[in-house]
């Protein structure tokens, strides 16, 4: 089975602007995702010193 490799076209006027608010998407939710496991670590780390 051969593939079509699809030639390089430049992105359409609109294109840019999904990918680029597409980014802050994601960096909001790494965001969230860092506060979250700091959050946790901070909530075991006190659950362990309370049950030592």
């Keep these: 089975m051969k593939y079509k490799n699809n030639p390089a076209e430049p992105l359409e006027k609109g294109e840019m602007l999904q990918f680029v608010q597409q980014l802050w998407i994601w960096?909001?939710?790494?965001?969230?995702?860092?506060?979250?496991?700091?959050?946790?670590?901070?909530?075991?780390?006190?659950?362990?010193?309370?049950s030592g």
Excluded: C, T
């Excluded at 960096?27 to 309370?50: C, N, P, T």
């Design 27 to 50: 960096a909001g939710m790494r965001r969230k995702m860092l506060y979250y496991v700091q959050d946790f670590i901070e909530w075991f780390r006190i659950s362990a010193s309370e």
